[in-house]
């Protein structure tokens, strides 16, 4: 009877020690299996090998930089180059990179015809001139089948950057006593955010930069020459642009360093060095008896040196529209044959005639202006429309003495209407106070 009871004793021990076996070699097991999956999740995968590039991508290194000479560019200054740069330009522009770099490099002269770079791009495009770029040397190397009213276009661009340690040669010498009209050096049609730095741009056949229907625009240390009597070679000319910044520049040409046209607003104009040319000028506008609207522009703590002009508003009879919100601060003058004017009768013939309408100009500031003028001209000349005077031209810090003698010109009005809010020399007597009723009944509400 006690074997009876001690048998069944003994299969149950057995059977829980048995039970207590398994279940610890099972939990053994599954530690073991949790560590090592947790240590594999923090290996580092090994990169995956980059794939070949297709064949008309390999121009494009790890950069992001594209060099015109492995498109077959070679860069003797003979050798038409269009076609290399052009597919360079295709390349970046249709390259998924969010910056592509189209590299001009140094020690070459490219030559390139007459070429419009077009967009929309996918990303942002940036033209490194570390090199030479020029034009066709003269009409009679210019291809027949090519317009030669423009050499460098770029067209519908959302985000590029024109920059290097370059020239840019336009070879204008052989255009500029021709009497057509030749091409504009370089010009941006209908684009946003652009920048253009760090270059050097001489010789120009007419404008060597021209803005048309852009829209934030940095211009930053640059550097434009062309002989004094070269015609029409305004250094920046700007229309129907917007939010236009032009900063730390010598422009030294044969006419306007810069010159603003109809549809321009906020343009801001920083420390440039002009002249010789015919300096600063708002203008012409309302020519053909066009609407002409420039509001809100800045031209301030700049130097203007050996110029038919300082600083100018000049507008045509028989026009319409406005310039208003205009400040020109802190310029120094030197021997400048007209250092201000406003000139509302601008003509280029004797044979302009009177007419009862113009482009309203209002709210002009001059102020901290000083230097020397050649004594050819009065030093402050505002000539304003019999219809529609000029209105609320304000004055203050002026002080400019003739280069030469000791006789101080007067400065000439002409129903211009305004205050001094210090005393000038010369003094300025003519000025008209209050504002006309004919300038009150003035619709200039289009613009």
Known sequence: MKHSHILPLAFCIFFLTLVILVQARHHSHHTKHKHSHSHKSCKTPKPAPP????HNENYNNASGILDVRKFGAIGDGETDDTGSFKMAWDSACQS?????????????????????????????????????????????SWPKNNSRHQWLVFYRINGMSLEGSGLIDGRGEKWWDLPCKPHKAIRFFMSSNLTVQGLRIKNSPQFHFRFDGCKNVHIESIYITAPKLSPNTDGIHIENTNDMKIYNSVISNGDDCVSIGSGCNDVDIKNI??????????????????????????????????????????????????????TFSNIHMVSVRNPIIIDQFYCLTKECTN?????????????????????????MRFACSDSVPCTNLTLSDIE?????????????????????????????SCLLEGTPQSVLDYDITRC
């Open 400 to 428: 400019l003495l003739p280069s030469q003698g000791d006789i101080v010109h007067d400065p000439f009005c002409w129903n211009a209407y305004g205050d001094l809010e210090t005393l000038t020399i010369p003094p300025v």
């Open 96 to 140: 998924e990179s969010a910056v592509n770099v189209i590299l001009v490099p140094q020690g070459f002269s490219f030559l390139i015809q007459s070429t419009i770079f077009t967009g929309p791009c996918q990303g942002v495009l940036v033209l490194k001139v570390d090199g030479t770029l020029m034009p066709p040397d003269g009409p009679e």
């Open 273 to 326: 060095t002009c002249g010789p040319g015919h300096g600063i000028s708002i203008g012409s506008l309302g020519n053909h008896n066009s609407r002409a609207c420039v509001s809100n522009i800045m031209v301030r703590d700049s130097f203007i040196k050996v110029t038919d002009n300082g600083v100018r508003i000049k507008t045509w009879q028989g026009g319409s529209g406005s310039v208003s919100g205009v």
């Open 51 to 54: 794939p070949s590039p297709p």
């Open 355 to 379: 007419k009862t309408s113009a482009v309203s100009v209002s709210n002009i500031i001059y102020t901290n202006i000083k230097g020397t003028y050649d004594i050819r001209s009065p030093p």
